[in-house]
């Protein structure tokens, strides 16, 4: 499978966010401790929002401990909103365009999961991608195509319940498929604004994910964190696993819930995907 993390606050130096913590995602690219294997090398991304309307995006098919490139341009690189995601192959090829995150316009799409016995469903699901969309998938993986899926059902009008008819479809498709469990997904998004995250799978077992405290809340109980007071009260990070592991500052997200990460209060609610009409 895959580790990732979504960013959303206080400008911050990728570095700060890959390389600076103890059990930083690169560190998690050789010594993943929960997720399906210890080992992320089949290449990463990052994306980012700056000075243009549309993310930036790098992709590498090297592995994220030993690219020379990535290093330095995280040491550069300074943003408000980062996603980030170490690529463990689930079968399809090692290439760029089968790199995470995945962008349309503003958009960005990072999964970690599968979409089960893809090979069979394949092709139903890809022919449920609005025509206008399908010249806009470029690479061969699942996740690419669910990306795709979510935004033929709506993602850019209302992500949570786009992101609820594709899963449901995706299910609906994989069991008249004989598809035991279709989907096993955490997912994070987002439109440069606000950030949504997803935790499911049709076993109800589904990969880790956790979000952090409040850094308000952090700052009391922690003041000797020098970090803790350059970020504004609204920054917040959503990760496969834990990137330390300083006190109380980090909460797992429930089976079968997303969340919403945006100015104000941030919001955590339960996910039901929804069978197509």
Request: charged share 20%.
């Amino acid at each position: 499978m895959c580790r990732w993390l979504a960013y959303s606050g206080s400008p911050v130096l990728v570095e700060d966010l890959l390389f600076t913590p103890k059990h930083s995602l690169i560190d998690q690219s050789l010594h993943s401790t929960m997720g399906a294997e210890a080992t992320n090398g089949d290449g990463f991304g990052i994306g980012w929002y700056g000075a243009q309307d549309t993310p930036g995006t790098f992709h590498s098919i090297e592995p994220a401990w030993n690219d020379r490139n990535l290093r330095d341009l995280a040491a550069h690189l300074e943003s408000r909103l980062v996603f980030a995601h170490i690529r463990a192959s689930s079968g399809s090829p090692v290439q760029q365009t089968n790199c995470h995150p995945f962008r349309h316009g503003n958009w960005l799409w990072m999964h970690n999961g599968l979409i089960g016995d893809f090979h069979r469903v394949k092709r139903e699901l890809i022919l449920a991608v609005d025509p206008d969309l399908f010249p806009s998938i470029e690479g061969s993986t699942d996740s690419e195509v669910f990306f795709f899926l979510a935004l033929t059902m709506g993602l850019e009008e209302d992500p949570p319940a786009a992101v609820e008819r594709a899963v449901g479809f995706i299910e609906h498709v994989g069991h008249r498929n004989g598809v035991e469990h279709p989907i096993q997904m955490t997912v994070a998004t987002t439109d440069g604004s606000s950030v949504w995250a997803f935790r499911y799978s049709s076993e109800g077992k589904s990969r880790s994910l956790f979000y952090s405290t409040r850094v308000d809340t952090l700052r009391e109980q922690h003041p000797e964190v020098a970090v803790l007071q350059q970020l504004s009260d609204e920054s917040r990070l959503v990760v496969s696993e834990p990137l330390g592991d300083l006190v109380g500052a980090w909460n797992e997200v429930p089976e079968s819930h997303y969340g919403v990460i945006e100015m104000g209060q941030d919001e955590l609610r339960p996910f039901t995907p929804g069978a197509p009409d």
